[in-house]
């Protein structure tokens, strides 16, 4: 069974800092790229980050832009999203997904498979 699983969210103040985790499990980490949604309240979610699987090719939002890094351990199965600078606005729910496309044959369309973690809460406030 594949679980993802977050955590490092919480209230900081603005102009703060929070790590966010999202350690995986029952599936081939390596193989997958990661990224990072949000979803504020009344809003849809929105991709914020993105990571290749080997960690070699990374792309933001425009909003984050560098304010937020993403990362990954691979041995360790769990990717990171380190936030600086926090603003009011990256007040949100924050998922991890996990996503692959695999080719049934040469001439095939890709299918994706994905998983998302459950969420954890940040809030930037004073």
């Known amino acids: 069974q594949v679980q993802l699983v977050e955590s490092g969210g919480g209230l900081v103040q603005p102009g703060g800092s929070l790590r966010l985790s999202c350690a995986a499990s029952g599936l081939t980490f390596s193989s997958y790229s990661m990224s990072w949604y949000r979803q504020a309240p009344g809003k849809e979610r929105e991709l914020v980050a993105t990571?290749?699987?080997?960690?070699?090719?990374?792309n933001y939002a425009d909003s984050v832009k560098g304010r937020f890094t993403i990362s990954r351990d691979n041995a360790a199965n769990t990717v990171y999203l380190q936030m600086n600078s926090q603003k009011p606005a990256d007040t949100a729910v924050y998922y991890c997904?996990?996503?692959?496309?695999?080719?049934?044959?040469?001439?095939?369309?890709?299918?994706?498979?994905?998983?998302w973690g459950q969420g954890t809460q940040v809030t930037v406030s004073s």
């Open positions: 997904r996990a996503e692959r496309l695999t080719y049934p044959c040469i001439e095939c369309r890709p299918v994706r498979t994905d998983y």
């Open positions: 990571i290749t699987t080997a960690g070699g090719s990374t």
